[in-house]
C-alpha cells in the first residue's frame, strides 16, 4: 500500500514537470524564430548605410539616353552635373549655348548642387533625370551692400527706358527695404538721384549691375530686421530720438515684408508704431522732402 501510494503521488508530479518543460521548449522555439527576422532586417538596414559607393541610372531626356554612373557617399550633386555636362557638351566652356542649364531631378524633385548623395537617401539602382532648360537672364544685378547679396531682378522689357523709381519698387519687393531706406549708385559711382530719369540717363542697360547703399552703421540693423531678430533689432536703435523713430518705422516696414509676427507686435505694444504709418523721410533728410507723391512719404 505504501509503495503504490507513493507512486499515485509522483505520476502527477511527473507528468507537470514533463508538460512545463515541453511549454518551455515551445515560448523559446517561438520566441527564437520572431527574433530572427529582427536580426536579418537589422543588418541589412546597417549594410546599406554602410555602402560606400553605388551604381545609379542617368537619363539624359533631351536624347532618350541612359548610362550608369558610380557614385559614393561623398559624391555632390554638382560633381554628377559636371559629369552630364562634359558628357554631352553642354555651356559655353563646351562649345554650347550660354542660355541652356542642366538640372538634375529624382522623383520629381530637383537636386541642388551642394547636396550630397548620402543625404538623399537614393537607393541603389534608381534613376535620375538630366533636363535642360532655357536659363532666363536678369533685367539688372543689385549688389545690396549692407549684407553683401546679389539681387537678380527680372520683369524689366526694357531697362534703358525705364525709370529709377520703377526699378527701385522692384528691388522693394524683393528686398522688403522702404523706398527711403536706399540709394542706387551705379559702378561707376553716380548717384541714380532723379527718381523720374530713365535708366538710360545714367547709362545702365540690361544685364547690368549696380549697387544698393543704406545709411552708415545701419548693416547689422537691416539684417536683423530682415531675419527677425527682435533682440538685435531693439539694440541696433540710435540714441537720437528722431533717427530712432524713423529706425522703428523701417523696421515694422521690413518685418510686415517678411512675416516676423514677434518683431511687428514688440514694436507695436511696447512702442506704439503703427503699420499702416508710411515710413516717410530719414530725419536728416525731410527738410528736402517735397514730393507728396512719393509712395513712402504719402499719407494716402
Not at 536579418?40 to 554612373?69: G, T
Not at 552635373?81 to 563646351?94: L, Q, T, V, W
Request: charged share 20%; net charge positive; aromatic share 8%.
Amino acid at each position: 500500500m505504501t509503495t503504490t501510494a507513493t507512486k499515485s503521488w509522483m505520476t502527477p508530479r511527473a507528468t507537470t514537470t514533463i508538460a512545463t518543460t515541453r511549454t518551455t521548449t515551445t515560448t523559446t522555439t517561438t520566441t527564437t524564430a520572431a527574433t530572427t527576422p529582427q536580426s536579418s532586417s537589422s543588418k541589412r538596414s546597417l549594410s546599406f548605410l554602410e555602402i560606400d559607393q553605388m551604381l545609379i541610372n542617368v537619363h539624359f531626356v533631351p536624347y532618350d539616353e541612359r548610362f550608369l554612373l558610380t557614385v559614393t557617399r561623398q559624391t555632390t550633386v554638382g560633381h554628377v552635373k559636371s559629369i552630364c555636362e562634359r558628357r554631352y557638351k553642354i555651356g559655353s566652356s563646351f562649345g554650347g549655348t550660354e542660355d541652356k542649364v542642366l538640372i538634375l531631378s529624382y522623383a520629381g524633385s530637383e537636386l541642388h548642387s551642394t547636396w550630397f548623395f548620402y543625404d538623399l537617401a537614393i537607393q541603389p539602382g534608381s534613376t535620375l533625370k538630366c533636363l535642360l532648360k532655357t536659363e532666363e537672364k536678369p533685367s539688372i544685378n543689385v549688389r545690396c551692400a549692407f549684407n553683401n547679396e546679389l539681387i537678380k531682378v527680372y520683369g524689366i522689357e526694357n531697362v534703358r527706358t525705364s525709370s529709377v523709381i520703377d526699378v527701385k519698387v522692384k528691388i522693394t519687393k524683393l528686398t522688403g527695404l522702404p523706398l527711403t531706406a536706399f540709394r542706387l549708385v551705379t559702378q561707376k559711382g553716380t548717384h541714380l538721384m532723379c527718381d523720374d530719369h530713365i535708366l538710360d540717363v545714367y547709362g545702365i542697360v540690361n544685364g547690368d549691375t549696380i549697387s544698393l547703399e543704406t545709411y552708415r552703421g545701419w548693416d547689422g540693423f537691416l539684417t536683423s530686421c530682415q531675419l527677425g531678430f527682435t533682440t538685435q533689432v531693439l539694440k541696433s536703435f540710435s540714441s537720437d530720438d528722431r533717427e530712432k523713430q524713423y529706425q522703428m518705422r523701417v523696421a515694422m516696414y521690413v518685418a510686415a515684408h517678411f512675416g516676423h509676427s514677434d518683431l511687428v507686435l514688440n514694436l507695436m505694444n511696447k512702442h506704439c508704431i503703427r503699420p499702416d504709418e508710411p515710413v516717410r523721410d530719414h530725419p536728416s533728410r525731410e527738410w528736402c522732402s517735397m514730393d507728396p507723391h512719393h509712395p513712402d512719404c504719402s499719407h494716402k
